[in-house]
Each structure stands twice: as structure tokens, then as C-alpha cells.
């Protein structure tokens, strides 16, 4: 049984031992020239302004977590618009409670000041 996962294991070994190699040749054979302005942050074509330890507001990331699960929350509306008419009113009244409790989570968010950028 074992013996039908050999294929699987050879390319896995193959596709590791390529990554490997590929690293180590570029190593000892690629040029490596540093000068100043490689050694430069990058931001889309534009100087750099400050520097590229600066500390972010905790704000920042509060406010991307919010939009990431409210993002993911909104995901769960398209299974349940596929099979909405299989669902009837049982899947339209947990859709009703789903989106009353994202909507209270929203204001309780909304009065706590969690969307205010300042």
C-alpha cells in the first residue's frame, strides 16, 4: 500500500533537492557587489522617508484585523447564497440571526471609537 506514495515521496525529493541546489549555486557562484544604494529600502520607486525601523500605532493593526474577519465573515455569505432556496425559512432565519450578530458586533466596535483613525 505504502509502495503507491513512492511517486509522491521521488518528486517531493526531487522538487526539495532543485530548491536546494538552486540556493547554494546562486551562494557561491552569484556576483555579490553591495553598494549603497542596493542596500536601500525599496518603496515603490519613491525615496525612502524615515526609517525602516519606525514604529506602527497599534491602531494600524487593530483596524486590519477588524476588516479581515469582518472580511471573512462576509465570506460565509456566498455557501449560503448558492443553497438558499434548499435552505427555506430555516436558512433565511439563521441568515437573519448570522447578520444580527455581525451587525451588534459592528456597533459594539463602532461605539468603543475601534474604527476611529487619529
Known amino acids: 500500500m505504502m509502495v503507491e506514495y513512492l511517486p509522491i515521496l521521488i518528486l517531493f525529493i526531487i522538487a526539495l533537492g532543485f530548491a536546494v541546489t538552486n540556493v547554494i549555486l546562486s551562494a ?69 440571526i448570522f447578520i444580527g450578530i455581525l451587525f451588534i458586533c459592528y456597533l459594539y466596535i463602532w461605539k468603543r471609537g475601534g474604527l476611529e483613525w487619529e
Not at 36 to 59: H, N, Q
Open 28 to 96: 557561491i557562484f552569484g556576483t555579490q557587489k553591495p553598494t549603497a544604494e542596493k542596500l536601500t529600502p525599496y518603496e515603490c520607486g519613491i525615496d525612502p522617508v524615515g526609517s525602516a525601523r519606525e514604529r506602527f500605532s497599534v491602531k494600524f493593526y487593530l483596524i486590519a484585523m477588524l476588516f479581515v474577519i469582518f472580511d471573512i465573515e462576509v465570506v460565509f455569505l456566498y455557501p449560503w447564497a448558492v443553497a438558499f432556496q434548499s435552505l427555506k425559512l430555516f436558512g433565511f432565519i439563521e441568515m437573519v
